[in-house]
Each structure stands twice: as structure tokens, then as C-alpha cells.
């Protein structure tokens, strides 16, 4: 009888022992695989150098039509790095050519285009709003254009247009049109907010640190055809 009861102890015994060594390893599995997850999930913190590397290797690409190389290594036209909607990426932002200023973003390793601004200037940056302004026009059509950048979204947040007409020795403006988030809206809503973005002090483009050296490669001899 006795050696009966000893048989069932010891078999319980080792179940018990079978079951928490399946805990334990199970425990440890799904432990091993929530670090994995927040390994494989987590975006990867993109370091400044590391952002710019992967603007100049846009440029660098003809087909990509952002900033080709010339003959003597240097970029055509000027560019700068500024953080618009303060996100931890830097925005490319190049001058010059058909669009006075063309501002683009990084998507992971990719470069996508923002916005572009056509024979235009008057470049100004509200970074505690992550918006930037620019004035442009073509032809007998004139603009103001206020943009809101969140991370590789842009989107219009004010803008301010107008048309003239011409006569022999003048031109006047009329038809003006006033938005807000893509919504016309009177002339007095549209001067209350940009009334209140003013507020802020705004960048300026003479204020940005404008570059036209290739400096991360600078014995680059592609031509542009």
C-alpha cells in the first residue's frame, strides 16, 4: 500500500516539475519574442548625419531632378537643411531653377517631395506651428501661400491669391481669394490668422545655413545631359 502511495507522489511530483519547466520556457518564449517585436517594430532613430547622407544620394541622381551635379563637382543650386514641423528629420530645402524653392522629406531612406514654389521667394518658417510661407505667381496670377508640414504630409493651412489686369501702362490687381485649410473664407478671417501665426518670430531664408559644395562627395563628375 505504502509503495503504491510513494509511486503516485513521486509521479504527481514529476508532473509538477514538467509543468512549471513548460511555464518557465513558455514564459521565456513570448519574453524573447516581445524583444524581438520591439526590435523588428521600432522605428529606427535616423541620426542628422545619417538624414543628410540620404539627401545627398538624391541629389546625386539626375533622374531625380532635385539638385544635379555639374562639371566641377558642385551642386547647381543652393540648399540647407531645416527641421520645419520640429520632428526630429530635417526637410531639404534647394533654390533655384524652374521652382524657386522646391522642400522635400525623408520617408524612411526615401526622399519625397513637399512643395514647390514657382517664380516666387520671400521664404519664412513658423517652427512652433511647423509651418512655412512663400509668395509666388506665372503670368497674370499671384499667390501667398501658407503650408503646414506633419512629418511627409504637407497640406495648405491659409493662402491668399489674387489676378491682374493689364492695360498700356499699368496692371491692376483684382479677384482676390482667401482660404483656410482649403475653405475660401473672408479677407478679414484670413488677416485674424495670419495676424496671430505673425506672432511668432519667424526664419527667414537669410537666416537658414544655405550649402552648394558637395562636401560628403566631392569628386563626383556626373554630368547632367
Not at 547647381?76 to 514641423?85: L, N, P, Q
Request: aromatic share 16%; glycine share 6%.
Amino acid at each position: 500500500m505504502y509503495t503504491v502511495f510513494y509511486i503516485f507522489l513521486i509521479t504527481i511530483t514529476c508532473i509538477i516539475v514538467d509543468i512549471n519547466r513548460k511555464g518557465i520556457k513558455n514564459k521565456r518564449e513570448k519574453v524573447l519574442s516581445a524583444e524581438n517585436n520591439s526590435i523588428t517594430e521600432a522605428p529606427g532613430i535616423i541620426s542628422e548625419e545619417q538624414q543628410h547622407n540620404y539627401y545627398f544620394k538624391a541629389m546625386k541622381n539626375e533622374q531625380e531632378e532635385i539638385n544635379y551635379v555639374k562639371r566641377n563637382g558642385k551642386f547647381a543650386y543652393k540648399y540647407c537643411f531645416y527641421d520645419i514641423d520640429k520632428n526630429g528629420i530635417d526637410e531639404l530645402i534647394v533654390q533655384g531653377d524652374y521652382y524657386n524653392y522646391a522642400i522635400y522629406t525623408l520617408n524612411g531612406d526615401k526622399v519625397e517631395g513637399l512643395a514647390w514654389n514657382k517664380y516666387g521667394g520671400n521664404l519664412k518658417i513658423y517652427p512652433t506651428k511647423g509651418i512655412f510661407c512663400w509668395k509666388g505667381g506665372h503670368n497674370n496670377s499671384e499667390y501667398i501661400e501658407y503650408i503646414g508640414i506633419k512629418d511627409t504630409q504637407a497640406k495648405e493651412a491659409a493662402s491668399k491669391s489674387w489676378l491682374y489686369k493689364f492695360t498700356e501702362d499699368s496692371m491692376h490687381p483684382y479677384h482676390y481669394v482667401y482660404k483656410i485649410n482649403g475653405k475660401k473664407v473672408t479677407k478679414k478671417e484670413y488677416k485674424k490668422y495670419v495676424d496671430a501665426l505673425k506672432k511668432e518670430k519667424a526664419i527667414t531664408a537669410s537666416k537658414l545655413k544655405w550649402r552648394r559644395l558637395l562636401e560628403k562627395y566631392p569628386k563626383i563628375t556626373a554630368l547632367r545631359k
